[in-house]
């Protein structure tokens, strides 16, 4: 494997290849299906179990058939399958790569039949973005936040275009709103700090493993949370806000912008800057969930050897 012009790994149904593909690329030209994006820690999967049963919902949501819908069913059995295309794929990448820690994407796709394909990908993980971290508030939900349709990839194609195209540097995520009231991201959950409380939708979103270690967090240190979208209208009594995904965990933003439907953001479109400085909420919060990660992490295979 030459890591100069292949320096990913793809493999389906166990049997993996190296790669020119990112991860995206992969899923865009992919037929379109269930998928999940998991990270490795030492040698496990960040909350597992997890992933592989939301591949199962979603599959679910999907109006499975045959095969497609005894997965649905039976996560026992999609979990077999997942758990060989994870080991197929680190296995392969780990031959020829040096990565700490690496993204792993998986793909169950299935024919008009139900006859179901199980692929997957891994790439490095990535690191976390500079300072300061941007988003922007732009777009609709999704059709069906409760499915993690493959399909989205695609269809959030012209919202990047308009992100790539921002005249202030770099945005990190578009935040998909209703009615003025912040759902998700468009790859990403997303929280609002409001009096000392966070605040983050408890239904129309997809629900991230992140996010639920990161409520398991607030739980257990008595932050108060409140289950509804962050309204953007209070955005200047926010203290603070943050997204989440497997390859960030919680992470802080620092400004938010709100930029004119079909135009870039400009300097004048920012309606908010956060101080995340150590002590904060958002920083304490981010120090937690990043604490926790390894101990929400499992062997893949229930039990065999680490990846």
């Not at 990112?22 to 496990?44: F, H």
């Not at 604490?291 to 295979?301: F, K, N, R």
């Amino acid at each position: 494997m030459s890591t100069a012009s292949a320096p990913f790994v793809k493999a389906v149904e166990a049997v993996a290849q190296p790669t020119a593909q990112t991860a995206k690329a992969w899923l865009q030209e992919s037929p379109s299906g269930a998928y999940t994006t998991a990270r490795t820690c030492r040698g496990k999967v960040f909350e597992w179990s997890a992933h592989v049963q939301r591949t199962a919902d979603s599959i679910g949501q999907m109006a499975p058939v045959g095969d497609a819908a005894a997965l649905a069913k039976d996560p026992s059995l999609l979990r077999r399958r997942l758990d060989g295309a994870a080991g197929a794929v680190v296995e392969a990448y780990r031959k020829e790569n040096a990565a700490d820690e690496l993204k792993l994407t998986f793909l169950v796709s299935w024919d008009d039949t139900g006859a179901t394909t199980v692929a997957a990908h891994a790439s490095p993980l990535p690191p976390l973005p500079p300072r300061p971290v941007r988003v922007e508030t732009r777009g609709a939900p999704r059709a069906n936040a409760a499915a993690k349709d493959s399909a989205w990839v695609s269809e959030r194609v012209p919202l990047e275009a308009l992100q790539a195209a921002t005249e202030v540097g770099a945005v990190n995520e578009l935040l998909l709103a209703a009615e003025g009231r912040v759902l998700e991201g468009a790859q990403t959950n997303f929280f609002a700090i409001l009096d000392g409380t966070l605040v983050t939708a408890g239904d129309g979103v997809l629900f991230g493993t992140v996010r639920r270690l990161a409520l398991e967090v607030c739980a257990r240190e008595r932050i108060p949370v409140v289950l509804e979208p962050p309204d953007l209208k209070d955005v200047a009594k926010w203290e603070g806000c943050l997204i989440s995904s497997t390859s960030r965990l919680l992470l802080p933003v620092d400004e938010l912008y709100q930029p004119a439907e079909g135009a870039p953001s400009k300097a004048g479109d920012l309606v908010s800057a956060f101080d995340n400085a150590p002590g904060s909420l958002a920083a304490r919060l981010q120090d937690l969930v990043a604490a926790e990660v390894e101990a929400h992490s499992e062997v893949v295979g229930g039990g065999g050897g680490e990846l």
